[in-house]
């Protein structure tokens, strides 16, 4: 991969850009693909990496790079296109009120068609957004079993 010399850099993430379903946050859209950011990522990587990036290869088919330890950029590499977009705390953009620390109770309150399935709080509709359940919860599957505990990480994907 080569490097672009002429490349100015400019942040890719705006932390507190709304988060949409199904389309992207942080003004990252999803389905991106990956030689679009090239320039971004090797300037962070060899250049000086004032975004503090992260990368790491999981499920050996996806990469995740970590934006300032708040958003997850994550890219299947078989077609080299972003097929999520995560956000943790720190991040301030929102879809409606749903945005990370946002205690569990509030967005179940708001939110009467909330329902879990495999490890995330899922909005009827809505689709193409994931809450993360802690681990710890994994094994309830009824939203109104659920504890109250501050929301710690949410995803965008694909609908």
Partial sequence: MTFNSKYLYKPLVNFSAPIIPGV??????LNTSLPLLKDWLIYNFLVDNRDNVKAEVFNGIYLNYTVSETVMIIINITDARIEKLGCK????????DIKPGLEIYELIKTHNQAYIENGFILLKDNPGIEIDIPSEYDDIDDISMLPNFTIDRIFVTTI
Avoid: A, E, H
């Fill in 24 to 29: 992207g946050l942080g003004d990252i859209t």
């Fill in 89 to 96: 705390t720190g991040y301030t953009g929102s879809f409606l």
